[in-house]
């Protein structure tokens, strides 16, 4: 049984404040953890509010449901308490930081009371044990840093690794690669806000070092390593001219369907977020149609870890893979039913971290529970590797 959640802010790795929660239990458990925050939000996301505000609502309103009445390991009745307390769909009032926070640190808790790990916890004993392949951010801008590329993330993808420690140190060697190909290219940057280079080059130019880049580090390592884009689709498209805009180039709907395409069969995309709108429905769906026998089509914008927008992806056959995020929706039971759903409809869940993050490991531990094929946590920077190392102590441990 819960008998204290504490909050506070704590700082996130750009700096800004954040929500940390604690559970204690009466039985001595312990759990802690904190919310992230994204910068490319996604419209449909439940609410982030400033965390002072977020932890004084949720003290008012969440703290005392929860204190004294609800047991730690029982994460469907913690979840319930939450959305009881706020008492909208989008945790309007006591805000999703605080939700999210309270969400993942009671999981930890409960994980605690039983000795167990918390991917053991969440998981159970019929997961199927293995591991999800890390997409690591080794080019970017967008939203996540000024003057570099137009699609946020260029993602290595090694798809081949015979486990999970060497595909994350493929990462880092295709980050350190790409460093070198800049260095020769004379091309000055420094990192973005995930830990990828952001330099100040055009798009096709970031295409062919990343493409070089892993193409190198596959034979260093022996096994393939596959290329993957988050485009933030959304953050490109202007509403007003009903158009993507790449500074001064831009292209219509169906020309940005045709560009992506194109990009697929060039590189081999394995995996290609958000490249459309967050309201794309119809166009996701044509791209999927076209593509999505060869690659995946995720949707981070677009579902928002929400299975009512799922769902309707599910009805339009948009897309074929869903980002997971427990901060766009809230709790981690709302991302197990994403997760679930998308399983049952064959869409592959990529669970994923925010562009601001903190040292919390909680997503690697979601991952390993529910076999998820893909986690999307960077590939350098200490608020990443937190999560890349606590998946290689897991797979010491378990896989
Ligand atoms: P965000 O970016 O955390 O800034 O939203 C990550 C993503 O778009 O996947
Ligand atoms: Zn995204």
Not at 71 to 81: H, I, K, L, S
Not at 111 to 128: E, M, N, T
Not at 154 to 170: R, T
Request: with cysteine.
């Amino acid at each position: 049984r819960i008998t204290d959640v504490r909050l506070r802010r704590v700082l996130d790795s750009r700096g800004n404040a954040t929500v940390e929660a604690d559970v204690l239990t009466e039985s001595g458990g312990f759990g802690r953890a904190a919310a992230p925050s994204g910068a490319s939000t996604g419209e449909y996301e439940a609410i982030e509010l400033p965390p002072s505000e977020a932890i004084a609502k949720a003290r008012e309103l969440a703290v005392p449901r929860l204190e004294g009445g609800v047991y730690a390991g029982n994460q469907r009745d913690v979840d319930a308490a939450l959305h009881a307390a706020d008492g909208t769909d989008d945790f309007g009032v006591i805000g999703a930081n605080s939700a999210v926070a309270i969400s993942m640190a009671a999981a930890k808790a409960g994980a605690d009371v039983l000795g167990a790990p918390l991917f053991q916890h969440l998981g159970g004993a019929f997961r199927g044990g293995s591991f999800p392949t890390p997409l690591g951010n080794v080019v970017g801008g967008g939203e996540h840093a000024a003057d570099a590329t137009h699609i946020q993330e260029f993602l290595a993808a090694p798809v081949g690794a015979p486990s999970v420690a060497d595909a994350v140190f493929a990462n880092a060697a295709v980050h350190a690669e790409v460093a070198d190909l800049l260095d020769e290219r004379d091309v000055a940057c420094g990192k973005g806000d995930e830990g990828a280079w952001a330099p100040s080059i055009d798009d096709a130019e970031a295409f062919e070092i990343v493409d070089e880049a892993t193409s190198t580090v596959a034979d260093e390592f022996g096994f393939e390593i596959g290329f993957g884009l988050d485009v933030a689709g959304a953050e490109l498209y202007d509403a007003d001219e009903d158009a993507y805009v790449y500074g001064d180039e831009t292209r219509s709907t169906e020309e940005q369907v045709e560009y992506i395409a194109g990009l697929v069969d060039e590189y081999d995309l394995v995996y290609v977020e958000d490249p459309l709108d967050e309201d794309a429905y119809d166009a996701f769906a044509e791209l999927t149609d076209r593509v999505g026998d060869r690659t995946l089509v995720c949707g981070d914008d677009l579902f928002v870890t929400n299975t009512e927008r799922l769902a309707e992806g599910i009805d339009a056959g948009a897309g074929n893979s869903i980002l997971v995020k427990p901060n766009q929706i809230g709790t981690l039971s709302d991302a197990f039913d994403a997760i679930e759903l998308a399983v049952r409809h064959g869409y592959d869940p990529v669970v994923s971290h925010r562009s601001g993050e903190t040292e919390d490991t909680t997503i690697a531990h979601l991952a390993v529970a529910t076999d998820a094929p893909f986690i999307k946590t960077g590939a350098v920077g200490g608020e990443r590797t937190a999560k890349l190392n606590e998946l290689i102590r897991i797979a010491d441990d378990a896989l």
